[in-house]
C-alpha cells in the first residue's frame, strides 16, 4: 500500500494515529511506563498499540520483553531517534500506518535523547502521513536521584534540557524515593520548566498512572 493511501474500509477523516514520545535520562523507567500505557490502552480501552524503540546495540532486550504482552515493536535502532535515525522514525511510522494502523504509537527514544528533536521528527512526520497526530511529549524524571540527575555537572544540562522540552513531567519511582527528594525535584521542576504538568507516578506500583495516561490520551 502506499504511504499515505486510506485503507479499505476506513473513511476518511476518521483514523488518527496518535504518537506520543515517551523520554527521559537513562534508568527513568522508559520501558517499564511504556509497558504499562500500551498494556492499559489495549487490554482496558481496547486501543490498537504500536511502540517505537530506539536502542544501541545488537539485541533490543526491552523489544522482547514488550513482546510478551502483545503489542507491535518496530526497533529503529542505529543511533539516536533524534538524529541519525530521524528519517527511519518516519519511515517506520509510515509501515505501522499504512500496514497495522494503530490507535497510538508510543515512542521511546535513547536516555540521551533531546524531546524537541523528536518532535521535530514528528512534525515532519505530520506532513507525511495522513491522519498522524502528535501528542504530548512525556518526559520521565527519576524521584530516587533527582539531586544527583540535576546538581552534577555530568548530567545537569543533558536532564535539565529534556526538562524544558517536556509537555508533561512524570516523577517517577515515588514508591521508592524519599519525599525531600520529590518536593526537590519538584521545586526544580517549577524553576527549569514552569508550564509542563508535573505528575508523580510509579510505573512498577501503578500509582499515578491512570492519571498520566488520562493526560497524554
Given at each position: 500500500?502506499i504511504?499515505?493511501?486510506?485503507?479499505?474500509g476506513?473513511?476518511?477523516?476518521?483514523?488518527?494515529?496518535?504518537?506520543i514520545?515517551i523520554?527521559?535520562?537513562?534508568?527513568s523507567?522508559?520501558?517499564t511506563?511504556?509497558?504499562?500505557?500500551?498494556?492499559?490502552?489495549?487490554?482496558?480501552?481496547?486501543?490498537?498499540?504500536?511502540?517505537?524503540?530506539?536502542?544501541?546495540g545488537?539485541?533490543?532486550v526491552?523489544?522482547?520483553v514488550?513482546?510478551?504482552f502483545?503489542?507491535e515493536?518496530?526497533?529503529?535502532?542505529?543511533?539516536?531517534?533524534?538524529?541519525?535515525?530521524?528519517?527511519n522514525l518516519?519511515k517506520?511510522?509510515e509501515?505501522?500506518?499504512?500496514?497495522?494502523?494503530p490507535?497510538y504509537v508510543?515512542?521511546e527514544p535513547?536516555?540521551?535523547?533531546?524531546?524537541?528533536?523528536?518532535?521535530?521528527?514528528?512534525?515532519q512526520s505530520?506532513?507525511?502521513i495522513?491522519?498522524l497526530?502528535k501528542?504530548?511529549?512525556?518526559?520521565?524524571?527519576?524521584?530516587?536521584?533527582?539531586?544527583k540527575?540535576?546538581?552534577?555537572?555530568?548530567?545537569?544540562?543533558?536532564v535539565e534540557?529534556q526538562?524544558?522540552?517536556?509537555?508533561?513531567v512524570?516523577?517517577?519511582?515515588?514508591d521508592?524515593?524519599?519525599?525531600?527528594?520529590?518536593?526537590?525535584a519538584?521545586?526544580?521542576?517549577?524553576?527549569i520548566?514552569?508550564?509542563?504538568?508535573?505528575?508523580k507516578?510509579s510505573?512498577?506500583?501503578g500509582?499515578g498512572?491512570?492519571e498520566l495516561l488520562?493526560?497524554?490520551?
Amino acid at each position: 500500500m502506499i504511504p499515505g493511501q486510506i485503507r479499505p474500509g476506513i473513511q476518511v477523516g476518521v483514523y488518527i494515529m496518535k504518537v506520543i514520545q515517551i523520554a527521559g535520562y537513562l534508568g527513568s523507567g522508559k520501558t517499564t511506563s511504556m509497558i504499562e500505557f500500551g498494556r492499559t490502552l489495549s487490554k482496558k480501552q481496547n486501543k490498537k498499540v504500536a511502540l517505537i524503540v530506539n536502542e544501541i546495540g545488537e539485541v533490543p532486550v526491552d523489544g522482547k520483553v514488550m513482546k510478551e504482552f502483545d503489542l507491535e515493536v518496530k526497533d529503529i535502532g542505529g543511533g539516536c531517534i533524534c538524529c541519525t535515525a530521524a528519517i527511519n522514525l518516519i519511515k517506520t511510522l509510515e509501515i505501522l500506518h499504512d500496514h497495522y494502523s494503530p490507535d497510538y504509537v508510543l515512542v521511546e527514544p535513547t536516555g540521551v535523547a533531546i524531546p524537541n528533536m523528536v518532535k521535530k521528527a514528528l512534525d515532519q512526520s505530520a506532513k507525511m502521513i495522513d491522519g498522524l497526530e502528535k501528542g504530548k511529549a512525556v518526559v520521565l524524571l527519576d524521584a530516587t536521584r533527582p539531586r544527583k540527575l540535576l546538581g552534577n555537572k555530568h548530567y545537569k544540562h543533558l536532564v535539565e534540557q529534556q526538562l524544558k522540552d517536556a509537555d508533561v513531567v512524570a516523577i517517577n519511582k515515588i514508591d521508592c524515593a524519599k519525599e525531600d527528594d520529590i518536593e526537590y525535584a519538584i521545586a526544580e521542576l517549577e524553576t527549569i520548566n514552569s508550564e509542563a504538568e508535573i505528575i508523580k507516578i510509579s510505573s512498577k506500583t501503578g500509582v499515578g498512572m491512570d492519571e498520566l495516561l488520562a493526560t497524554i490520551s
